[in-house]
């Protein structure tokens, strides 16, 4: 008498509900350094919203609903979505990765790219009064691409200076929201 043979699991099962695929179990083991990181940083974004949101003048003639209400509700909710993360963080729960991505799960985060992602961030802030919103925005998004793999630097500085100019052009001329262009794009768009 043989035993009977297996049953050959349909396409894309992957592992039963309970255990997971073995890739998933391993990593779940141990606590992500970067989820733990965005997890402090949206507590600290909304904390600042929160607390900034005080400072705002109320006029005399506002209504129920003032300019303090939402950036109250928004930096509230922000902070109700970290202390939620960070639950779920060190409960040892992590992120699904898609099906379409080829990402090891156990390799560590590459704090070199989130090192310079965040000067280019720090230096956007910075520069933007200096040589104005657009280029600032290129000179980020440049970098950003490049700390990200990006192939080559003209493209994405290409890339990110088309993008700006065109959003700066509808945010200034259009929507009449100042954003700083700096000399030459001023006087190049002064005729609009």
């Known amino acids: 008498m043989t035993a009977p043979e297996p049953v050959p699991a349909p396409p894309g099962d992957v592992g039963s509900p309970a255990t997971g695929p073995p890739e998933t179990a391993a990593a779940r083991a141990g606590r992500n350094n970067g989820e733990l990181a965005l997890t402090v940083l949206l507590g600290v974004l909304g904390v600042y919203l929160v607390v900034d949101a005080g400072s705002i003048a109320v006029p005399g003639s506002a209504s129920n609903v003032g300019p303090r209400f939402f950036p109250y509700l928004v930096g509230g909710l922000i902070i109700v979505t970290a202390v939620a993360l960070g639950v779920r963080v060190f409960l040892g729960d992590r992120g699904p990765a898609d099906e379409s991505e080829d990402v090891d799960l156990t390799a560590g985060t590459d704090w070199r790219a989130v090192g310079i992602i965040a000067a280019a961030f ?71």
């Open 122 to 192: 720090l230096a956007h802030a910075l520069l933007i009064n200096v040589i104005g919103w657009p280029l600032a925005v290129t000179l980020m998004f440049g970098t950003i691409a490049w700390a990200l793999g990006a192939r080559g630097i003209v493209r994405p500085l290409l890339a990110g200076g088309i993008t700006s100019v065109v959003v700066w052009i509808v945010f200034v001329k259009a929507l009449n929201v100042a954003l700083p262009g700096g000399t030459f794009l001023e006087l190049a768009t002064s005729w609009f």
